[in-house]
């Protein structure tokens, strides 16, 4: 059973930096390729940022030029490097799994799967 957990969440000024991180956890052998949504208050979940295995990344043109996605050292960990932030970067942020590839060994990715969530505030 995969298993996604965000961290990282808080309440920063507008202006300010927050970094999210992903922990995926599930099969041995998958690395995993993983996308960032967001969702606000009153609005619909929406893309933010993916990575996939090879390292290949793609932004929400809202985002772009101030977010950063990026593999950790640990295998199956990323982050998401929030700069100049505004009040409108304000959501539950989320991370889910797209798809898995196998490292050498038994890999199986049947659906996406996400995580809970972390809250992240901006204030002006």
Not at 11 to 37: E, F, H, K, P, T
Not at 65 to 93: C, H, V, W
Not at 107 to 117: E, N
């Amino acid at each position: 059973q995969v298993q996604v957990v965000e961290s990282g969440g808080g309440s920063v000024q507008a202006g300010g930096s927050l970094r999210l991180a992903c922990a995926v956890s599930g099969y041995r052998y998958c690395l995993y390729d993983i996308s960032w949504y967001r969702q606000a208050p009153g609005k619909e979940r929406e893309f933010v940022s993916s990575i996939d295995s090879s390292g290949r990344t793609n932004y929400a043109d809202s985002v772009k030029g101030r977010f950063t996605i990026s593999q950790g050292s640990a295998k199956n960990t990323f982050y998401l490097q929030m700069d100049s932030l505004n009040p409108e970067d304000t959501a539950m942020y989320y991370c889910k799994t797209d798809d898995a590839r196998s490292a050498g060994g038994v890999c199986y990715h049947p659906r996406d799967a996400w995580g809970k969530g972390t809250l992240v505030t901006i204030s002006s």
